[in-house]
């Protein structure tokens, strides 16, 4: 059974920068599309980025020119650089494959914009 873990993110002032981390127990991630998806409160979970195994990446509108997702195959991880940070960039977010989910959720890493 795969597991994620999420980490990197906290409480944040607007303008703040994060990274975050999703680290995986298998290799068999280097062959996924993987993604970033959150969950503010009272929300669906979203995609926010995605990268593919060939280093392609999209982004949705709401952070596209802030993020950027990135992977490290050789450490089984992908990582979410977030920058110039909102308050409605407040949410839990949560990595896993892409468009499918083909691993268990992990518990996600908070991120909380606030002055």
């Known amino acids: 059974q795969v597991q994620l873990v999420e980490s990197g993110g906290g409480l944040v002032q607007p303008g703040g920068s994060l990274k975050l981390s999703c680290a995986t127990s298998?290799?068999?991630?280097?062959?996924?599309?993987m993604g970033w998806y959150r969950q503010a409160p009272g929300k669906q979970r979203e995609l926010i980025a995605a990268?593919?195994?060939?280093?392609?990446?999209n982004y949705a509108d709401s952070v596209k020119g802030r993020f950027t997702i990135s992977r490290d195959n050789a450490k089984n991880t992908i990582f979410l650089q977030m920058n110039s940070l909102k308050p409605e960039d407040t949410a839990v977010y949560y990595c896993?494959?892409?468009?499918?989910?083909?691993?268990?959720w992990g518990q996600g890493t908070q991120v909380t914009v606030s002055s």
């Open positions: 990268i593919t195994t060939s280093y392609t990446t």
């Open positions: 298998t290799s068999i991630f280097s062959i996924y599309t």
């Open positions: 896993n494959t892409y468009p499918n989910f083909y691993f268990d």
